[in-house]
């Protein structure tokens, strides 16, 4: 296993990141227990989690994530140091969190508090706020004019970012987490947020993680110039864009049980005819080069310069292996180029 700094921190992460996001809803307890042994077994030291999940979110799944991996942890409490964790607070929308409200500095600290008793833990190592309290384009919102910036007071969101931050210190202080971070932002958001750390003393955002994978690349280059060069991990989600890339939804496909048969509260807006057409010529990619369709989208997600670690997610312990094995297969020149030709012809599908 490679292990990369976690931007300004001082801690060293692996490569790949372990989601957890189907634990509580596609997955128990037990499965949870194989995914965690497993993946530390095999030298992953982090994973993620938030106050929202499991996915898809309602009141009944609201923090079964945590407590799995609480439940983990007090029967495992001697291994707590082995593990770089970290969860999110979840941003206004949800009327069963905070009665759907914005993100403040008395919500911060009630929801770390919440989150340390669920995760039966005295710190979190990584502490994330999961979506901002204005809209951003994320989630199928970033063609043009899907919403207007210009719409939000740029003063305001820098009153309440202030009021954020300071919040997040003081938990730091309390030792109750170590490191904070970014979640589903923009270059804007990761700026804004050191500007006013620089400029108060306080403690500065080590990390962003926001969807990225061949079918959702937008990040590259801005956002991910602006990372490398303000020492900002960058941390993909979905870099199987939401399953799509393995293949198993291609033409309409629903397997029983899969992600896209539940409710999907921002809907299934990866599922168009252009990405359907693009993972075909992908898997024809892969069948070629001797990967599995999910092997060479994780794979190339690691080779993108400014990349983390890559936050990867199974509902079994056989896809969470094959997913695994793909950090140990680089992509030589030949793959890449026909990767890159399918890219450039697919280069936004949904």
């Known amino acids: 296993m490679e292990y990369s700094t976690l931007g300004s921190s001082n801690l060293s992460v692996s490569r790949i990141c372990l989601g957890s996001m189907t634990w509580g809803k596609q997955n128990n ?19 993620d989690t938030a ?3 499991a996915v898809p979110p309602s009141p009944d799944t609201y923090g079964k994530t945590e407590t799995i991996i609480g439940n983990w942890l007090a029967a ?18 949800l009327p069963w969190v905070r009665n759907a409200a914005p993100i403040t500095g008395e919500a911060v600290i009630a929801a770390v508090d919440a989150s340390l008793t669920r995760l039966q ?20 919102k970033h063609f043009p004019n899907q919403f207007k910036f210009s719409d939000f007071d740029a003063k305001k969101e820098e009153a309440d970012m202030l009021e954020i931050l300071q919040a997040l210190n003081e938990c730091i202080k309390a030792g109750k987490i170590r490191h904070i971070g970014l979640s589903d932002d923009t270059p804007w958001g990761i700026n804004t947020y050191l500007k006013l750390s620089a400029k108060y003393d306080l403690p500065r955002m080590v990390s962003i993680q926001n969807e990225f994978s061949l079918l959702h690349a937008k990040d590259w280059p801005y956002l991910i110039e602006n990372c490398v060069h303000e020492d900002v991990a960058y941390l993909p989600w979905s870099p199987l864009a939401g399953g799509m890339l393995s293949g198993k939804y291609l033409d309409g496909q629903m397997p029983e049980g899969s992600r896209w048969t539940y409710s ?7 599922d168009t005819p252009a990405a359907n057409e ?3 010529a992908y898997i024809d990619v892969a069948e070629k080069h001797g990967y599995t369709p999910c092997q060479l989208a994780l794979a190339w997600c690691d080779q993108v310069d400014g990349v983390t670690s890559t936050i990867i997610g199974a509902t079994s312990l056989e896809q969470l292996k094959e997913d695994i ?20 012809k697919y280069p936004m599908p949904f």
């Not at 995914?35 to 992953?44: E, R, V």
């Not at 710190?123 to 989630?139: A, E, K, V």
């Not at 999907?264 to 990866?270: A, D, M, T, V, Y």
């Not at 030589?332 to 030709?341: E, F």
């Open 121 to 140: 833990t005295d710190y979190i190592d990584l502490y994330q706020l999961h979506w901002p309290n204005r809209t951003s384009p994320h989630f199928g």
């Open 51 to 53: 106050e929202m999940y």
């Open 264 to 270: 999907q509260r921002n809907g299934i807006f990866r």
């Open 325 to 344: 094995e793909a950090f140990s297969k680089p992509l030589n020149d030949d793959v890449l180029a026909d990767v890159n030709t399918v890219f450039r």
């Open 278 to 280: 693009a993972v075909k």
């Open 76 to 93: 495992n409490p001697k291994r707590r140091k082995e593990i770089i964790l970290a969860s999110k607070i979840a941003g206004p929308g």
């Open 29 to 47: 307890q037990e499965d949870a227990n194989q995914q965690i042994d497993y993946a530390l077994s095999q030298g992953i030291n982090f994973i």
